[in-house]
């Protein structure tokens, strides 16, 4: 283009078009000055001009390294975000634009302010083909002016929803990060044999003042996608260990806390130093930690997980992988992975008194657990028929609703206190015999 010295129209179709060839998921925003018309028509064109090449300089500024500017023509342009782009990071990168463009420009001692309106398509969601894909932008873009301009539009009314929680949410999380509103809530592991709380898995719930509770479900997701879980995990981490040294110095517990470990922080270079440094501030031996990773996790790279799970085994925790069952990890892997516990997934358990199918899957799992030296933990247990078909099939250790839910820090203690009187009551009454 030349007045701006942006690539132009034919260069963004020559773009999309190889974007599609190559099937490379990517967004296109369109983007269209507010009222340009009429600032064009009453200052002249060559304000108008100067105003178009603020705006360029303005935008190129504001946008990320992975996102092209065009112009397509007029008061027109056009952005292309081509690195797998969520719908969240879009959403970003179009409130910056807009954020960008909200400072007045000074040209000629007029003081101008400007508005733009974006209207928003992804590939492959909202079409395959380039000249529809631009079409539907169009078209989402004048749905942003028509409902007064200076915002953005996605062309699917389910997704600006969609973008607007996720928006949201994610400043929800940065808010629980910088004002410590995550809490740690603990659900029992229990030992079937002897009926007797032997660990716990620590969970985090966002605890905020004015909309309560949030779950896990809400916000892990999103935090996994933009990286913020790498933060969340460490507090989790740094919270769960403090409350298992309290619990050991008051003689309340002798086992491990159980925390998740994300594949993001699972890909950390800097893993190990993290946690070594969060036992070193806790003063929690190593030895009552226990890290669960998912199969999900170590599958996308099985060689370099088994890497990565052998230094954290040299540091003397301990490893679990959690939602056994539910990946696709080979056995050879399973053997050579230097791991303690598998858990078995929720799924399995829940018709393990219904389907002979899943009775058969989850016996076997247990026998190829056993003959690998692995304890067993059931997750989701919540009927009495499955608690005694576990049993039966000699897994080791439940967790789920029949015991408990996952509950606060201080009524989690309470619950190691009664443990422990309940069992020394019964050893008492043993002795006595």
């Not at 393990?352 to 657990?369: G, Q, Y």
Request: one cysteine or more.
């Amino acid at each position: 283009d030349l007045l701006t010295g942006l690539p132009n129209r034919s260069s963004l179709q020559v773009t999309l078009s190889n974007l599609v060839k190559k099937d490379v998921h990517h967004t296109l925003m369109v983007l269209d000055l507010d009222n340009f018309k009429r600032i064009n028509d009453s200052l002249g064109h060559q304000i108008g001009d100067d105003l178009l090449i603020g705006v360029a300089e303005r935008i190129k500024l504001a946008i990320p390294k992975h996102a092209s500017l065009y112009r397509l023509g007029g008061d027109e342009f056009a952005l292309l975000v081509d690195q797998h782009p969520d719908i969240g990071s879009c959403a970003a990168i179009a409130t910056q634009v807009i954020n960008c463009l909200k400072p007045a420009f000074t040209l000629n001692n007029d003081s101008l302010v400007l508005g733009i309106s974006i209207g928003i398509v992804l590939y492959p969601e909202d079409e395959q083909n380039e000249q529809a894909l631009l079409r539907k932008a169009d078209i989402a873009m004048y749905h942003a002016k028509s409902g007064g301009g200076n915002c953005y539009q996605f062309y699917s009314e389910s997704l600006n929803q969609n973008a607007l929680r996720q928006l949201e949410i994610e400043s929800l999380i940065r808010e629980a990060l910088k004002d410590d509103l995550f809490e740690v809530y603990y659900q029992p592991k229990i030992d079937v044999k002897k009926d007797r709380l032997t660990g716990m898995e620590a969970l985090v719930r966002l605890n905020h003042p004015t909309l309560g509770l949030i779950g896990p479900n809400e916000f892990i997701p999103l935090a996994e996608e933009n990286g913020l879980i790498v933060e969340i995990g460490d507090v989790v981490l740094r919270k769960a260990c403090f409350a298992a040294q309290k619990w050991l110095e008051l003689g309340l517990f002798s086992g491990r806390v159980a925390v998740n470990l994300s594949s993001r922080q699972f890909a950390l270079p800097d893993l190990r130093q993290r946690i070594e440094s969060i036992l070193r501030l806790t003063k929690l031996p190593a030895k009552h930690l226990e890290l669960e990773i998912t199969e999900g996790t170590v599958i996308k790279d099985p060689e370099q997980a088994i890497k990565v799970m052998q230094q954290l085994a040299r540091m003397g925790v301990s490893l679990a992988l959690d939602d056994f069952g539910t990946g696709y990890s080979s056995l050879s892997y399973l053997k050579r992975f230097p791991i303690n516990c598998l858990k078995i997934d929720k799924t399995f358990v829940d018709d393990i008194d219904k389907s002979d199918r899943d009775l058969k899957m989850v016996d076997s799992i247990i026998t190829i657990a056993h003959n690998m030296g692995l304890t067993v933990v059931g997750e989701g247990v919540e009927q009495t028929a499955q608690l005694n078909i576990l049993k039966a099939l000699n897994c080791e250790e439940i967790q789920g609703y029949i015991y408990s839910k996952p509950i606060r820090e201080v009524d989690f203690e309470l619950m190691l206190t009664a443990d422990k009187l309940k069992f020394e009551a019964l050893n008492s009454t043993l002795m006595k015999k």
